[in-house]
């Protein structure tokens, strides 16, 4: 009876151990629960100092799951909040909403009809020596752009498909600037850091 017992105890344990890995924090769960799919999240601002710390926190890996019911209300949640009017972004990562998951959307301005497609666990492999020269602005940073010279003109990615399926691709063009601005977010990067370090890359060399 006893080996019966911890036996059973054994299997939940592991289950639980499988179901647990890749899934939301309550706090996450709580934001992403607390409305349809078709309304958008809050998206964090640098302007808040709790939103700012949690910015400039990595993400972390998630599996991609067809059949759990909250990650696929994440993910619509994700893309009505990028697509609301009052953002009107071309791309979002989930940290901008408060979720610490390696997850982002991106237009592809590289394909026919500029599609949204969503990304899970995007990594960038390589970077161009070739830069180019691109204005960008943030939905976290409210009510400013700047232009950064430091963006890599082609980029290879390999992520995670909304199947499961592990994918690479060579990416070009603003597509390409899209999709480092949205990775640097699952980093805590922001744009505003290339920016500083290009000014000061400028000022020692006329030092």
Same mark, same amino acid.
């Given at each position: 009876?006893?080996?019966?017992?911890?036996?059973?105890?054994?299997?939940?344990?592991?289950?639980?151990?499988?179901?647990?890995?890749?899934?939301?924090?309550?706090?996450?769960?709580?934001?992403?629960?607390?409305?349809?799919?078709?309304?958008?999240? +809050?998206?964090?601002?640098?302007?808040?100092? /709790?939103?700012?710390?949690? #910015?400039?926190?990595? =993400?972390?890996? $998630? !599996?991609?799951?067809?059949?759990?019911?909250?990650?696929?209300?994440?993910?619509?949640?994700?893309?009505?909040?990028?697509?609301?009017?009052?953002?009107?972004?071309?791309?979002?990562?989930?940290?901008?909403?408060?979720?610490?998951?390696?997850?982002?959307?991106?237009?592809?301005?590289?394909?026919?009809?500029?599609?949204?497609?969503?990304?899970?666990?995007?990594?960038?492999?390589?970077?161009?020596?070739?830069?180019?020269?691109? +204005?960008?602005?943030?939905?976290?940073?409210? /009510?400013?752009?700047?232009? #950064?010279?430091?963006? =890599?003109?082609? $980029? !290879?990615?390999?992520?995670?498909?909304?199947?499961?399926?592990?994918?690479?691709?060579?990416?070009?063009?603003?597509?390409?600037?899209?999709?480092?601005?949205?990775?640097?977010?699952?980093?805590?990067?922001?744009?505003?850091?290339?920016?500083?370090?290009?000014?000061?890359?400028?000022?020692?060399?006329?030092?």
């Amino acid at each position: 009876m006893k080996k019966h017992l911890l036996l059973i105890f054994g299997l939940i344990s592991i289950l639980g151990c499988s179901i647990s890995k890749g899934s939301f924090s309550k706090s996450e769960f709580k934001l992403i629960t607390a409305a349809d799919s078709l309304t958008p999240m +809050r998206v964090y601002k640098i302007t808040n100092k /709790n939103d700012s710390l949690l #910015l400039r926190t990595k =993400s972390t890996y $998630i !599996k991609p799951d067809s059949n759990n019911a909250i990650q696929q209300k994440f993910v619509k949640r994700l893309y009505t909040t990028v697509r609301d009017s009052m953002s009107m972004g071309v791309g979002i990562a989930a940290p901008q909403v408060g979720v610490l998951k390696n997850i982002i959307w991106v237009q592809r301005f590289d394909k026919e009809n500029f599609p949204f497609e969503v990304y899970f666990n995007p990594k960038i492999t390589e970077y161009s020596n070739k830069k180019q020269k691109v +204005r960008e602005g943030c939905l976290s940073i409210p /009510n400013r752009t700047d232009t #950064l010279n430091s963006r =890599s003109q082609i $980029i !290879k990615i390999e992520y995670d498909a909304s199947n499961a399926e592990h994918k690479t691709e060579t990416i070009e063009g603003f597509t390409a600037v899209i999709f480092q601005h949205e990775i640097d977010h699952l980093n805590g990067i922001l744009y505003l850091d290339h920016l500083k370090k290009e000014m000061k890359d400028a000022g020692n060399k006329n030092n």
